[in-house]
């Protein structure tokens, strides 16, 4: 039912798209207290709480394009796109030594994968969803041409190493909460975080360069612009120092498009498992 949906909504303009999804936008902000509680205070900790009303209509957008960006033909996909400083990534892929991409919860995520397996095969790190409905579409509409999924498991590590090893590339969201015993607390806009070990991890067993990716919204539906950023942030020597590296990079990338961050995502929680660190409730 869910896949015939998203395959009817994928023939209507991105325009219709992101028009509809600005009205849900507000919509899930004014009918849901803990959603709306979220937002503003992820916002306002991080500085951004101005962009308040355009982040409501840019989440709203999110959710909407996923029909096009999954189900529409992928040449259509694709003519949306314009794309700054790939040269940063040709130069990488020609040096044979892997790439590790990195893209945060901003923009639209989904479609900077599809768009660099267009140009070299891609490993993308993915939790499944808990769903089982749900795995059909999104696994089918991610592993499309040559995108291929590595489950976030131990054998999926294992074969993104491999690829890296073999001078491919892999992406992995960065921002996403890890499981239990696979991150450390590191500050995110001044706060906490229970923050991945696993990039630096890959960039430092494969000596692979880590390069930043997202996919800015442009307005009025006019598509998205694609860009690729060197990382250049002091790693450190310890897992701690690394991650808040990572997440600092990830704080500058935000500072470019704030509105278009994905707020709601509960990026303070506490994994069972873990013991919170002092003065994190974990329930923002």
Not at 182 to 194: I, L, N
Request: net charge positive; proline share 8%; charged share 20%.
């Amino acid at each position: 039912m869910l896949v015939t949906l998203f395959r009817l909504l994928s023939v209507l303009p991105l325009s219709a798209l992101h028009a509809i999804g600005s009205a849900l936008g507000w919509l899930v902000y004014l009918a849901s207290p803990s959603y709306r509680r979220r937002l503003k205070d992820n916002m306002a900790r991080a500085g951004f709480g101005n962009h308040l009303p355009s982040a409501i209509r840019e989440a709203g957008k999110n959710i909407l394009e996923l029909p096009f960006i999954w189900c529409a033909e992928q040449d259509r996909v694709l003519n949306t796109v314009q794309v700054d400083n790939w040269d940063v990534v040709q130069t990488a892929l020609d040096a044979k030594r892997g790439i590790v991409f990195l893209t945060p919860h901003l923009g639209c995520f989904e479609i900077t994968a599809q768009y660099v397996a267009t140009r070299t095969p891609l490993t993308v790190m993915y939790r499944p969803p808990r769903k089982q409905a749900l795995k059909p579409l999104i696994e089918g509409a991610r592993a499309r041409g040559d995108l291929r999924l590595a489950p976030a498991t131990l054998s999926g590590v294992r074969t993104l190493l491999k690829v890296l090893r073999q001078g491919g590339p892999i992406g992995i969201l960065p921002d996403q909460v890890p499981q239990n015993g696979e991150g450390v607390w590191a500050d995110f806009f001044g706060k906490p975080a229970y923050t991945m070990t696993l990039p630096a991890k890959m960039h430092q067993m494969s000596g692979s360069p880590i390069i930043l990716t997202y996919a800015e919204r442009l307005p009025r539906g006019a598509g998205f612009l694609l860009r690729f950023i060197p990382f250049d942030e002091p790693m450190g020597g310890s897992a701690e120092e690394q991650a808040r590296a990572i997440n600092i990079a990830m704080e500058k990338l935000i500072a470019r498009c704030p509105a278009q961050y994905f707020w709601s995502y509960n990026r303070y929680k506490v994994p069972e498992g873990i013991a919170a660190p002092p003065g994190n409730t974990g329930n923002l």
